[in-house]
């Protein structure tokens, strides 16, 4: 099979889908692999190394799209690739359908096959989404830098160094969500000193995580008096759980945030427009905060670009299986094959198959273990 790789356009997304020892695994399996020039460069990785890898390398994005049987990506399409979408081709990546309905009408009328990577599942109790859990750690580590940057008075910050300093009293760090994500940014803000709690639902969960992490981070089930009192007491407040795109309801709504006292921010790791948090919309790295009723948000949905090179490799080796199980056998027969993998089906010629984008944008959908066993 013909794999093609571009280079990413999404506003400061320097990952790349796949590394260069990859490649290699691509080759040795009997397939091409085409990327663009200068796909890597933003992760490390140069055109020279892919080449030695065999790699064709390619001087134009079109070239690839248009000689690739299977788009492998990181980010999903944006209307500047609207166009090379197509019948035959099927697309790799992290696509997010229900948040982008401009998207979805152009995978549909394409008729292309998409398989959305954030939603390919897990039989691991502890990772059901491997492929978000891959960068969840990153980007809890990351959102927690955010804050330390963003406190700073000479970023407009309250001049708060987010640390355990003698002579003044602890910061405090509030997580939502004791997942990979809010562990990641629990890893750093306790580390630092900062009387950090985290909030869930998952009982075990949490009895897992204090059974490895320091003293100064104590646990609270995620309720609506816990959040309440957090948001007054917290210096920092960061939401590390994904909101069932379905719900219209929230865990922290525009007027809980006048409860939270002069200073503070909201880290929105997760990114979910109206989610968990109703103030948050997704930002970018080059325009990442916005105040609502005075408090500084942090809502970068690519946080992990920032850790490029860490990053495209967590990536490139955990998405490797699924992406050569398609080149492999075939779209039809992998989805036949592998029920995670059909998990992440997001369109088939036409026809939308992921359930939560048919509710969410009302549209007519196919649940995906049924419609592909009729192929």
Sequence with gaps: ????????????ENRVAIIPANVSEFIAHGHEVYIERGAGLGSGFSDEEYAEA???MCDTAAEVWNTAELLYKVKEILPPEYGYLRDDLVIMTYIHSNSHKEQTDELLKSGCVAI?????????????????????????KGGFLAALYYAQSVHGGPGLLLANVAGDDQPIVSIIGCGFTGKGAAEFASALGNKVRILDVDLKAMETAKAVFP??????????????KCLKDSDVLINCILWDKTRKDHLIYREDLKLMKKGAM??????DDNGAVE?????????PVYYEEGILHYCVDNIPSAFSKTSSVRFSNDSLPFALEVADKGVVQALKDNKHLRRGLTTYHGILTMV????KQNRPYEEPDGFVSKL
């Excluded at 099979?1 to 400061?12: A, F, H, L, T, Y």
């Excluded at 103030?279 to 325009?287: A, G, K, N």
């Excluded at 939560?356 to 509710?359: A, K, L, P, Q, V």
């Design 215 to 228: 003293p100064n981070v104590s646990f609270m089930y995620s309720n609506r008096a816990n959040i309440l």
């Design 54 to 56: 065999g790699a064709v």
């Design 1 to 12: 099979m013909r794999v093609g790789i571009v280079k990413e356009i999404k506003n400061s």
């Design 356 to 359: 939560e984008t048919g509710i």
């Design 279 to 287: 103030t948050c919309r997704s930002t970018t790295h080059e325009d």
């Design 266 to 271: 909201i880290i929105d790791v997760a990114c």
């Design 116 to 140: 959305a990577l954030e939603d390919v599942s897990s039989d691991d109790t502890a990772k059901k989404w491997p492929l978000v859990a891959n960068m969840s750690e990153l980007a809890g």
